[in-house]
């Protein structure tokens, strides 16, 4: 089951270009737990949420010291990526692009203006809230940096949005102004989805996270089968591939089995909560990093057991704001 707890993020998204939005100012703290990030950096002073409509600015607070190489170039998937679509750039060399290792450190921010102040070697951030700028702050502090997209629904605040016809857009997914979409068209969605990857890769993404893709085993108005879903999420892998960058499986556990040579790392939400962490594992055993969050539960709870399997885990709030107490 899908388990998408990301906050809607309408009050952000009045981009007015595809390929170019605002940069953000940095992000808020826990108040009650100033110390909860333990990665040596300053904490930030706390903000207020931006206002719905108005594009916010950018700031860096501070520049912590930079990382070791994060995760090492892949020479070869686990398998090959399969469903690889005609036409668009040609297949870029596997080596050519990121392979994130196991144990990596992350930080997960969709919420607020991105906190470039926290000392880890992975971001993942909205790819159409955060201009190229701050990506390449990122990248002059050392981080790699991924590109978090919505690939399986529908949201009326996208710039992009009246560029998906009403025939794609199915019931809705609990989450005010979205709709799944109808997956099995893939000569429609492929287009749409190729720009969006375009997007992240000329701000200089290194990753894509797609969100929202099991919709197979959801209420999406349409009757989608587990063999839409895998030709849909190989298309979005072959196209990430295609551009250089790497990408990594949400959620979708009942398929990492058929997927794992698609991708190459995986991003989850609450599998301790759920008693799922162990079906993530063949990413480990393949040498692929897995970020990992937990929102209910504290870090007492689970940490001792992602760690012990060699995920990369931190309990973030459902606001998924700078905040971050990680394992």
């Not at 990301?6 to 998204?13: E, G, V």
């Not at 102040?117 to 809230?129: A, K, R």
């Not at 790392?265 to 990992?292: D, T």
């Not at 504290?298 to 309990?315: I, P, R, V």
Request: proline share 9%; glycine share 10%.
């Amino acid at each position: 089951m899908t388990r998408r707890t990301r906050p809607l993020l309408a009050a952000l998204a009045l981009a007015t270009t595809l390929l170019a939005t605002s940069c953000s100012s940095s992000g808020s703290e826990d108040e009650d737990d100033p110390s909860a990030d333990a990665t040596g950096a300053q904490p930030p002073a706390a903000t207020a949420a931006p206002v719905p409509g108005t594009p916010s600015t950018s700031s860096a607070p501070g520049t912590p010291s930079v990382p070791g190489t994060p995760g090492t170039p892949t020479s070869a998937p686990a398998g090959t990526p399969t469903g690889t679509p005609t036409g668009g750039p040609a297949p870029q060399p596997a080596g050519s692009r990121w392979q994130p290792a196991p144990g990596l450190a992350w930080q997960w921010q969709l919420g607020g203006g991105v906190d470039q102040s926290v000392d880890v070697p992975v971001y993942d951030i909205d790819g159409f809230e955060t201009d190229a700028s701050v990506v390449a702050a990122l990248h002059a502090k050392g981080r790699k940096v991924i590109c978090y997209i919505n690939a399986g629904s529908w949201e009326d605040f996208r710039p992009d949005s009246a560029a998906f016809a009403k025939a794609l857009q199915g019931g809705g997914n609990g989450w005010k102004g979205e709709k799944w979409f109808d997956i099995r068209k893939l000569d429609q969605l492929k287009p749409l989805m190729a720009a969006r990857f375009d997007m992240c890769r000329s701000k200089g993404f290194d990753a894509v996270e797609p969100d929202t893709i099991e919709a197979y085993n959801q209420d999406s108005g349409f009757p989608l089968t587990a063999e839409d879903q895998l030709r849909y999420n190989r298309m979005l892998a072959a196209l990430a591939h295609e551009r250089g960058l790497a990408i990594g499986l949400k959620n979708d556990l009942d398929q990492i089995p058929a997927l794992l040579g698609d991708f190459d790392f995986a991003v989850n939400e609450e599998c301790s909560q759920f008693n799922e962490c162990a079906r993530l594992s063949p990413f480990i055993q393949a040498g692929k990093a897995v970020f990992h969050v937990e929102y209910k539960l504290g870090t007492e709870k689970f940490c001792a057991q992602t760690k012990a399997l060699g995920f990369s885990s931190m309990q973030k709030k459902l606001e998924l704001d700078a905040w971050r107490r990680p394992c």
